[in-house]
């Protein structure tokens, strides 16, 4: 089966029509750039190149969606403040259910209706992505590993961080009171 390729412009461009569908597997690949954040408003993410597989089995009232994911965005070091490649890769499940009376979807089931002729994959792509993005994200975690974060600014943290010794900090009258009870 020949995979189908797009390249990604528009939020209709993640549309799947899965009733002109057939049961059985599907493959979908999207190339995700610099122009599928931007059309997220506050994205986590602004730049990237991201290469995103979709895998989808098509049953009767059921669709198991199979995500695989990999690339490289470009994200803030979060102790230097440098811009820097960040690898991203992954894989994730979903399900679609068809149910006479569609309820909420949650994180791992989206539900559709029976007049329901497609649905839209882009939320979920953005997810997986923004997912894989570690917590904590240092040049360390550069793509090619060299990186180190900036100097200038880690010289700069820390002479800010030192405290003088001679600068006491005033505490709330209520605690020190406390500080007077033994036993």
Request: charge should be negative.
């Amino acid at each position: 089966m020949q995979p189908c390729l797009k390249s990604v412009s528009s939020l209709k461009d993640y549309t799947i029509e899965f009733v002109k569908l057939k049961l059985g597997l599907h493959d979908f690949n999207y190339t995700v750039d610099n122009s599928f954040f931007d059309l997220k408003e506050n994205s986590l993410v602004e730049k990237g190149q991201v290469n995103v597989h979709l895998n989808i089995d098509k049953k009767e009232r059921l669709m198991n969606l199979n995500f695989a994911f990999e690339g490289i965005i470009q994200t803030e070091c979060d102790k230097c403040l440098n811009v820097f490649d960040l690898p991203v890769q992954g894989t994730e499940s979903l399900i679609v259910k068809i149910t006479e009376e569609p309820k909420e979807s949650d994180s791992e089931i989206i539900y559709l209706g029976v007049n329901d002729i497609s649905f839209n994959v882009y939320d979920s792509i953005y997810e997986i992505i923004c997912i894989s993005i570690p917590m904590i994200k240092t040049c360390a975690d550069d793509a090619s590993g060299e990186k180190q974060c900036n100097p200038e600014m880690l010289k700069f943290l820390s002479e800010s961080n030192i405290e003088s010794p001679n600068i006491e900090t005033p505490t709330d009258p209520r605690w020190d009171k406390l500080k007077n009870i033994t036993d």
